[in-house]
């Protein structure tokens, strides 16, 4: 196969570097607000996919100079209980933003427990009534994944407004929030899913194209207009034929990135701006106290 000609869009360097100027802000906000900014994260269970992002969230903070209050919780934990504690952390001066950390055991409503997060805590953007600041283009915090494909794409400069852009996925945590923060920025955003009908037709419209549906490698080539950017979202673990597990996008890589002008990798693309951008709701919470 010949060499990849596409543009690859590097997520963990631009992570790093949000990271860099958040250390910086910190270090001058702090001494006017005598205390760090606080970031508590509810974890309940024991998923170790789970595990694993939580500490990727907490080893972050750290680097950034961002006190984290974990907060980890056995599966049989009761709803009261967690009530409680999302109380707690409203009310809790130390704390700027609040998350919890997807899935839950399947014995909970997550959705009502995300409404019991103050909504100017709520670092990851999904509270109704930042769902609903984003609807109407006023300033909040913005869904972290979705706010993350946007600032990369702002980074590399690449044109949005007056685009076709094809989003597809329509979950409440990427879908719907980025086809509107890309409407926001004039692009023209069609949205496709797991029942849209000649799916491969609607896709090589795309002049920026989104995989977000969590079907591993679902994008293909022939899929993709020549010199369209595409963005992965998909984190999708599959087993070799050797039995080794590995970490897949939403879109081939291998074929895709012979026909696309730019492409995310996975892992290394859109994942680390993901936790960036949960750092800066976070810092901008902190901020908005002073």
């Not at 790093?16 to 760090?36: D, F, N, S, V």
């Amino acid at each position: 196969m010949s060499e990849s000609t596409a543009l690859i869009l590097n997520g963990k360097a631009l992570a790093q570097k949000i990271q860099q100027e958040l250390k910086a802000k910190i270090a001058t906000l702090q001494p006017k607000m005598g205390r760090p900014p606080g970031l508590a994260v509810i974890m309940v269970g024991d998923n170790p996919a789970s595990a694993v992002y939580v500490r990727n969230k907490e080893r972050s903070c750290e680097k950034v100079g961002i006190a984290s209050f974990g907060k980890h919780f056995p599966a049989n934990v009761t709803k009261t209980e967690l009530e409680n504690v999302i109380n707690e952390l409203n009310q809790d001066e130390k704390v700027d933003g609040i998350l919890i950390q997807l899935p839950l055991p399947s014995q909970f409503d997550s959705v009502a427990l995300l409404h019991k997060i103050a909504p100017q805590k709520d670092a990851d953007g999904l509270h109704p009534v930042n769902l609903g600041h984003l609807v109407r283009s006023e300033t909040g915090l913005r869904s972290c994944t979705p706010a993350g494909v946007m600032a990369l794409l702002d980074e590399y400069n690449i044109e949005i407004e007056g685009k076709n852009a094809v989003v597809v996925g329509r979950s409440i945590l990427v879908g719907k929030p980025l086809a509107l923060m890309l409407l926001d920025r004039n692009a023209t955003v069609t949205i496709a899913h797991s029942r849209t009908k000649n799916l491969a037709q609607i896709t090589r419209n795309a002049d920026i194209l989104i995989g977000a549906v969590g079907k591993p490698q679902l994008i293909k080539a022939d899929m993709v207009k020549k010199g369209a950017v595409v963005i992965d979202v998909g984190i999708n673990r599959i087993k070799s034929p050797e039995g080794k597990f590995k970490i897949v996008g939403d879109v081939d890589f291998e074929g895709v990135s012979q026909v696309a002008q730019a492409i995310t990798p996975v892992p290394g693309g859109i994942g680390p701006m993901t936790v960036a951008i949960l750092l800066k709701n976070t810092v901008l919470s902190y901020e908005h106290k002073i």
